[in-house]
């Protein structure tokens, strides 16, 4: 009898087993994608919500984590930099195979990143190298043009495909489902309307994924997006809007979180505009109305409170060279912008012009917009709030044609990311122009200490010269950065995602319970 | 009557040069380029005019336009996607064909729901039967598309959980998204419908049934309904090319993969190609759908038959 028991426990364990597994075997995690995918080649576009699709099929040398600090080792094992900084020579993992049961070479690496440098698209990825050569089968030697420290990017966004795979698909590659990554997840149908199918690689170097079937669907409208996570639709939904947070929590129960972006609004001031005789040129009236914005106001109306106030041009707790302190971060204080305002020559209050911003009229920077033009009249300054096409907006911006903005800036993963933002050679986000004829700015040190930063692989180094630099710019109370807004994340009941991310989330790290 | 027809489809070939033309002016004098949004604004200007080289982008206009005319005319090539680099047609046809569909059950429903009441409260006029339906398709028609697809998603997925919410695979997903397009323009059909009821009721023809002895029901279906039809037919085929177009809201509010949405995300890169297609396509669908309305009339309208068959002569 006892026998007969145990044999029929087991049996019932067995068959709960297989019914579980069977069940995690069937079971579909449909996540969302903001806008359809273009391509199955990763180089078709650097959209953020493209590339979150990508980073579940394809690899590169380096890895991202947001929730522990950044870059890691992924198909680099250990990477060598020479004395000149001019050389890095990448050691691979072994036992890396590619979907299509194709071992990982060196070649492989050299393939993908000379297809890289062909592309205009990566130009600001890969125009330091000089050049890509395989030692042997599991060393790739990168020779640069000049030191550039930033590397690391470079490494993290070029991802690695199959040589083989990619030649023998020829002009289709891309179009077509294929086993080109090193991923957890390879793609048995596409759609560029409606989304696509991946299935779990059972051969990944790291071991099969928990999650055998997933489904990336294309839903553009927030709110549709929302309401399908909320009909159970979606497993997992990411950049929820703030605005339905609440609804969101309701339903996922504990399964939900706001993680701090790193993502940041700033506050633009043109100190070349000719308004009311140029009175943003007047470092005075500038710092006024940087005293006169309350942080906290921009959260409240923007994020629910939920965001985090910025002093940095990016999150120190993700990019180890972003300075924390040495810096002027110009607390709210309205008295004191009030006594600025009259050593300005303004006792009275002056008009700085129009805060134009891009964007929806209820996006996170039009709200901005507004509470910056309420804080701003509360120390005397007036302003108009302007909301329009970012297509209209932005190349305003960058030939400053314009008063105060709103902006923001994201996707920063090195503190490099500032050129764009401070070097005259930029060509885009060059929002302020500090090299000017009529600069009251030190633009040649700023250029330099971009230059410096870039040109050492010290941490410590650049940490200080990067230091300098964001203190040059808060100096000129040009670009004041206000709020972190939060990202929201929640996912399904039957879900495990581990701590949850910003971006970059892994579908290989999640589990079903 | 096939002479007509005939006619009426070549004149589809200018129809077609005529979009193309207007399609790339407007492309053309519109300020930015494919290379720059697909690059972005950072990227260097060689690299974007190198592109544009390579997308053909930079042709002198006409150029362009005879280039792409012999490619779709000799090769029937519409080109490929500047975005995705795969086949337009490939693209485009198969959301044309969802939009389609969606369109005509739109219309269908719309029909359905607008021509019964519309005739019930012309031949109930003044009384309450007239007023209630009449009041509440004055509101209907008043509230955008969007509002009802948002309110059906409420109910329906939110709260009922019956219907899902986003894509276009079985036949469930296609209730809301035809609903929604089909209600605003069904309160239009209803008010049209009423009104050229009303006028109908009214004519000589009509008095002239009732006083013979003909039965109400003969009246009003078989004298006064078959005459008002003809502009309420000219109305519902309007509509069907205005939901061709206009079912973008339903398209992108539903995720349902639609010539109309395509159009929409792919004017953001200046993807011309596929905008060209897409919105010859619908030209082309709007043509067809005008021409089987003019056939309609002939088949309601012995006086119209009588014309076509005569030739025009009396």
């Known amino acids: 009898m006892k026998r007969l028991l145990i044999t029929l426990m087991v049996l019932l364990v067995a068959l709960t087993a297989c019914t579980a597994f069977a069940a995690n075997e069937e079971k579909l995690l449909v996540l969302r994608t903001e806008r359809s995918v273009p391509s199955l080649d990763w180089e078709q576009t650097t959209n953020t919500s493209n590339m979150k699709v990508w980073h579940q099929i394809f690899e590169g040398l380096y890895g991202m984590d947001e929730a522990n600090n950044g870059y890691y080792n992924e198909l680099a094992k250990e990477v060598k930099i020479s004395e000149d900084q001019l050389t890095y020579t990448v050691t691979l993992i072994d036992g890396v195979t590619f979907q299509n049961g194709d071992p990982m070479k060196a070649s492989d690496v050299v393939f993908s990143y000379n297809r890289a440098r062909k592309n205009s698209r990566f130009n600001y990825l890969t125009s330091m190298i000089e050049d890509v050569k395989a030692a042997d089968d599991k060393t790739v030697v990168f020779t640069l043009n000049k030191p550039y420290s930033p590397i690391a990017h470079t490494f993290f966004c070029v991802k690695i495909a199959s040589e083989r795979e990619v030649t023998e698909q020829g002009d289709r590659y891309g179009t077509i489902p294929h086993k080109a990554g090193t991923g957890a997840y390879y793609v048995t149908e596409f759609d560029v309307a409606t989304g696509m199918k991946m299935d779990a690689y059972e051969g990944y170097w790291r071991g099969a ?63 070349l505009s000719p308004t009311n005789n140029n009175v943003l040129g007047n470092a005075k009236v500038r710092e006024a109305m940087f005293y006169a914005i309350n942080k906290n106001d921009i959260n409240i109306a923007v994020s629910n409170g939920k965001g985090v106030e910025a002093t940095q041009y990016m999150p120190s707790d993700i990019v180890a060279t972003s300075p924390v302190s040495g810096f002027k971060t110009y607390g709210y204080n309205v008295e004191r912008s009030k006594e600025l305002l009259k050593e300005a020559g303004y006792p009275d209050g002056v008009d700085v012009g129009t805060i134009l911003t891009y964007g929806a009229t209820s996006g996170s920077k039009a709200i901005m917009a507004q509470v910056l033009q309420a804080n701003l009249a509360e120390a005397g300054i007036t302003a108009q709030v302007s909301v329009m096409e970012a297509a209209v907006v932005t190349p305003r911006l960058y030939a400053q044609d314009y008063d105060v903005c709103v902006f923001s800036d994201y996707g920063n993963y090195d503190f490099n990311n500032i050129r764009q933002q401070v070097h005259s050679e930029s060509t885009g986000m060059y929002v302020v122009r500090y090299k000017d004829d009529s600069s009251p700015f030190n633009w040649q040190r700023i250029e330099e200490l971009v230059d410096a930063g870039v040109n050492t692989a010290d941490t410590a180094k650049r940490l200080e010269h990067y230091t300098e630099l964001w203190g040059i710019v808060m100096d000129s109370a040009t670009m004041l950065p206000c709020l972190h807004e939060p990202v929201g994340v929640a996912w399904a009941q039957a879900l495990d995602v581990g701590k949850p991310v910003p971006t970059y989330y892994k579908v290989r790290t999640f589990k079903w319970k | 009557m096939y002479r007509y027809v005939i006619k009426r489809l070549l004149f589809l070939i200018p129809t077609i040069f005529g979009v193309a033309f207007i399609i790339f002016l407007v492309m053309n004098i519109t300020p930015g380029d494919p290379a720059r949004a697909l690059l972005g604004l950072s990227a260097p200007q060689a690299d974007v005019d190198a592109l544009n080289h390579e997308l ?259």
């Open chain 2, 56 to 314: 053909g982008y930079d042709l002198p206009f006409m150029q362009k336009y005879f280039n792409y005319l012999k490619n779709m005319i000799i090769h029937q090539d519409f080109g490929k996607s500047y975005y995705t680099k795969q086949s337009v047609f490939d693209e485009v046809w198969p959301r044309y064909i969802v939009t389609i569909k969606l369109a005509l059950v739109g219309v269908l429903l719309s029909s359905l729901i607008g021509i019964p009441p519309g005739i019930y409260t012309a031949v109930k006029q003044y009384s309450l039967w007239d007023t209630i339906p009449s009041v509440i398709a004055f509101f209907i028609a008043a509230i955008p598309a969007f509002v009802f697809g948002l309110l059906m998603l409420f109910i329906f997925s939110l709260k009922l959980n019956w219907l899902p919410s986003f894509g276009a695979t079985t036949i469930y997903h296609f209730i809301m998204p035809t609903l929604t397009i089909a209600i605003p323009p069904a309160a239009q059909v209803m008010r049209f419908t009423k009104s050229s009821m009303l006028e109908a009721i009214r004519q000589d023809y009509v008095r002239t049934a009732r006083a013979k002895g003909a039965s109400e029901r003969t009246v009003i279906w078989k004298h006064a309904l078959l005459n008002a039809l003809l502009p309420v037919i000219t109305q519902v085929g309007l509509s069907l090319g205005v939901l061709i177009c206009g079912a973008v809201v339903a398209e992108k509010m539903f995720s349902i993969p639609g010539i109309g949405s395509l159009i929409v995300d792919r004017i953001l890169f200046k993807d011309e190609p596929i905008i060209l297609a897409g919105t010859i396509l619908i030209s082309i669908c709007f043509t067809i759908v005008m021409l089987v309305v003019d056939m309609t009339y002939a088949f309601i309208d012995p006086r119209i038959r009588a014309k076509y068959t005569t030739g025009g002569k009396e």
């Open chain 1, 209 to 271: 994924p928990n999650i055998k079937k997933i489904q990336y669907v294309v839903i553009d409208d927030l709110s549709a997006a929302v309401i399908a996570f909320k009909n159970n639709e979606l497993g997992y939904f990411e950049d929820i809007p703030l605005s339905e947070w609440d609804f969101i929590v309701e339903s996922s129960g504990t399964n939900n979180a706001l993680i701090k972006g790193n993502n940041i609004l700033f506050m633009g001031i043109n100190y």
